[in-house]
């Protein structure tokens, strides 16, 4: 297969148009997200950002979880997490899998906020 500067523009541009779409995408993870001990939460911190240590932070918040991705009501994934390759469940739709990690992620820090007076 031959690409050249034409068609990986419009890669690129799907990509960026693509963005706006993945605004509206929902991830519920039922009964909320395994509660981790500060010190984990502080070691996950402390570590390199590396795709292998967002990997295993998002697979132990969301261990023997029903996590659904949806999108205007309709879901585009669901399944239980019950361990495991945690990217198998995402062959079909890697974007999720970005989603998922970002959010452990963004759950990670919040709950290393102290509270401020605003």
């Not at 297969?1 to 034409?6: F, P």
């Not at 309709?74 to 997490?81: E, G, H, R, S």
């Amino acid at each position: 297969m031959e690409y050249g500067s034409k068609e990986f523009n419009q890669i690129l541009k799907g990509f960026k148009d693509s963005r706006n779409w993945m605004n509206d995408i929902t991830l519920d993870i039922e009964e909320g997200e395994n509660e981790l001990d500060p010190l984990t939460l502080l070691r996950f911190y402390e570590e390199e950002a590396s795709l292998e240590n967002s990997v295993s932070l998002a697979s132990q918040m969301i261990l023997n979880k029903h996590v659904v991705f949806k999108r205007k009501d309709k879901v585009l994934l669901d399944f239980v997490y019950t361990g495991g390759d945690l990217g198998a469940k995402f062959s079909r739709a890697p974007y999720l899998l970005d989603i998922l990690l970002k959010l452990c992620y963004g759950i990670l820090v919040k709950k290393l906020t102290p509270p401020s007076e605003n």
